[in-house]
């Protein structure tokens, strides 16, 4: 698949690229991308929460009335978990919510997504470029002369261009990654994939 480079103005350079067919032209597995998704997702929780039982409540453990002739249900010590101040009955403990994936799913995935972009006509590739200094207004320039300001949008580069990505933080709905970065859960969600010329390479060589 062939694909006309862009330069930061927007405008043609006259040059095409290559999208490689068996990343670019497979047929898109939805199943693989909800597992990936759903990969990613849960190991982005920190399973941290905590919350203690009537074991790890301070608090006496004295019998705080007498077993029967009360009228009232019996009850142990003040760290009951009927009681304001008691303990609380299967409360969330530290875990692990990752799971794990195949390697050959995982890499399906990532070619499932990229294949669905580039189906959809949202690949947008643009040359090699940096910015001098990280200016926000720079980098909206560049969106808007792509004419894609205003979506979601991601752009990939073959290498962290630190200038580049702390001008579009401050930009809602946009990320830039490097493409040994590049998940499926971004791809998804972005309207717009803007990859570079270099990480277009980087790419290839990953699924090589």
């Not at 008691?86 to 995982?106: A, E, Q, T």
């Amino acid at each position: 698949m062939k694909i006309q480079v862009l330069n930061t103005q927007g405008q043609p350079t006259g040059r095409e690229t290559e999208l490689p067919d068996d990343i670019f032209g497979v047929e898109a597995n939805d199943h693989a991308i909800y597992l990936a998704v759903k990969q990613y997702l849960a190991n982005q929780r920190q399973g941290t929460h905590k919350s203690k039982e009537r074991g790890e409540v301070a608090g006496s453990t004295r019998k705080i009335k007498r077993q029967k002739g009360t009228g009232t249900a019996r009850a142990g010590d003040i760290k009951n978990p009927l009681f304001r101040g008691g303990g609380r009955v299967f409360g969330p403990r530290p875990r692990n919510y990752g799971i794990r994936l195949n390697k050959k799913v995982k890499q399906l995935a990532r070619k499932s997504v990229l294949a669905s972009k580039a189906s959809a006509g949202d690949i947008v590739v643009l040359e090699d470029f940096s910015f001098d200094a990280p200016k926000t207004n720079q980098y909206l320039t560049l969106l808007q002369s792509l004419q894609v300001y205003g979506k979601k949008t991601l752009l990939v580069t073959s290498d962290f261009e630190k200038e580049v990505y702390m001008s579009s933080r401050n930009l809602k709905g946009t990320e830039v990654v490097r493409a040994s970065d590049l998940n499926v859960y971004d791809v998804l969600k972005a309207n717009k994939l803007i990859l570079s010329e270099g990480a277009i390479e980087k790419i290839k060589e990953t699924f090589a």
